[in-house]
């Protein structure tokens, strides 16, 4: 059976391109964005990492704060570790879904917060990364409202991606990308363990 789009006509197409050409001229204001990966499937670091490239791939300053990755040792920090454009900071325990509450952890995480003042702070960086920030704000590790204080006060221009699976609906209202990444079907359900390159 045809889909829609191959039934479509000429004239059709053609109205289409124009419609999205027009959004595409009139889409010109350059600022700083907020985007959040959230969801149950795999790809929310991996799609911020693949912009953290694009960036230096423009010659852009980038700075990465991992919140609860601190004992998984990733190909991501290997490789960005080596980019003088990037300050990296892996900072706090990887919490998982067992959260202890721990005198530890709290520190840890106060500790990557504060990188990550830094970086919002500084206007030279053009993106920040927060990766799992959502996981420290679901747990209470950090308050809502300072965090999105320091997001609505950092550099106009300033590019920041947050990931982890669930966010406050506050930051979602902050924010100017969300994207839910849902799970289908995933490797580690029939007993595949975590693959160097893919998941780590």
Same mark, same amino acid.
């Given at each position: ?14 109205? %289409? ?8 001229? %009139? ?5 700083? #964005? ?90 030279? #960086? ?58 289908? %079907?995933?490797?580690? %359900? ?11």
């Amino acid at each position: 059976m045809n889909t829609k789009s191959e039934s479509a006509t000429p004239t059709e197409i053609n109205h %289409k391109k124009l419609i999205v050409d027009a959004a595409i001229r %009139k889409a010109n204001d350059e600022q700083g #964005i907020i985007l959040i990966n959230i969801g149950n499937g795999k790809g929310k670091s991996s799609a911020a990492f693949g912009m953290i490239a694009r960036s230096l791939g423009h010659r852009m300053r980038v700075g990465i704060v991992q919140f609860v990755k601190g004992d998984i040792p990733t190909g991501e920090e290997t490789f960005f570790r080596q980019c003088p454009q990037v300050d990296y900071r892996v900072v706090g325990e990887n919490l998982g879904t067992e959260v202890q509450g721990s005198v530890n952890e709290y520190q840890a995480i106060a500790l990557a917060w504060d990188h990550a003042l830094r970086m919002l702070n500084n206007p030279n #960086i053009s993106l920040v990364l927060l990766d799992e920030l959502n996981v420290a704000l679901k747990h209470n590790y950090l308050d809502t409202s300072h965090v999105i204080r320091a997001l609505e006060q950092r550099p106009c221009h300033q590019h920041v991606i947050i990931t982890g699976q669930a966010a406050k609906p506050e930051l979602i209202e902050i924010a100017d990308t969300v994207t839910d990444m849902r799970e289908i %079907k995933h490797t580690f %359900k029939s007993g595949g363990c975590a693959q160097k390159g893919i998941e780590r």
